[in-house]
């Protein structure tokens, strides 16, 4: 089955600073993969998405970026702000949003003022 | 802004006793999961439950685990016979369906003694 590995598992930034993470998965059939963002006590969130069909994906602050020969694909935040702080989970699926999700293992960012 | 809802948000249990696990999912969507994180893990697919029936499950539903949509609007997982390792965050999900997101909620902390 799918094998999704996220690194860093902790990332410490100064605010103002960008953060990048990294996820590399093993099935190359996977063709979906979503980034969430986890705050304490809350439910994971999606804030960006990117399907296999383009290599970049952009929404303010955050963009993802797919490397589809390579099976990886990172999520990049610039001008980091004390709220980016939470953990941050990338997955990996085969088809949509509804298919199986594959998680990574988190990367908790600490943004420090 | 819809969201899903589950409670408890934390339920403590006996070893052996039954629990049920409760999700009221998004209004109009179709497909429902549930997927748990054991603390220090990696979040892990459970099932995945279409048009009255699962339809994936991974290894780690077995017999023990069962889920229901009694009513038009709540979504259950029943673990039977809990154990130890059944300690874990579970998190319920929705999907509307096409290409769209699937949200999370905010997740039942199970602690089993």
């Known amino acids: ?113 | 802004e819809p969201e899903v809802t589950q409670t408890p948000s934390h339920q403590v249990t006996q070893m052996g006793q039954e629990v049920i696990l409760r999700c009221v999912p998004i209004s109009n969507h179709l497909y429902f999961y549930w997927y748990r994180q054991i603390l220090g893990q990696k979040v892990e697919f459970l099932v995945s439950f279409y048009n009255n029936e699962i339809s994936e499950k991974s290894e780690i539903f077995d017999d023990q685990f069962s889920v229901e949509r009694p009513d038009g609007s709540n979504f259950t997982l029943k673990i039977r016979s809990t154990k130890l390792e059944d300690s874990a965050m579970y998190f319920c999900a929705s999907w509307r369906g096409g290409n769209t997101e699937a949200f999370f909620g905010q997740g039942t902390r199970l602690t089993v003694v």
């Open chain 1, 1 to 113: 089955g799918e094998n999704v590995e996220q690194h860093p598992s902790t990332l410490s930034v100064q605010e103002g600073d960008s953060a990048v993470i990294k996820c590399t998965y093993s099935d190359s059939a996977s063709n979906y993969f979503p980034w969430y963002k986890q705050e304490l006590g809350k439910g994971p969130q999606l804030i960006i998405d990117i399907r296999s069909n383009v290599g970049e994906k952009k929404d303010q602050r955050i963009a993802v970026t797919l490397n589809k020969t390579a099976k990886h694909f990172s999520l990049h935040i610039t001008e980091t702000q004390p709220e980016d702080s939470a953990v941050y989970f990338c997955a990996a699926s085969k088809g949509n949003a509804g298919n199986m999700l594959t998680f990574g293992g988190g990367t908790r960012l600490m943004v420090k003022p």
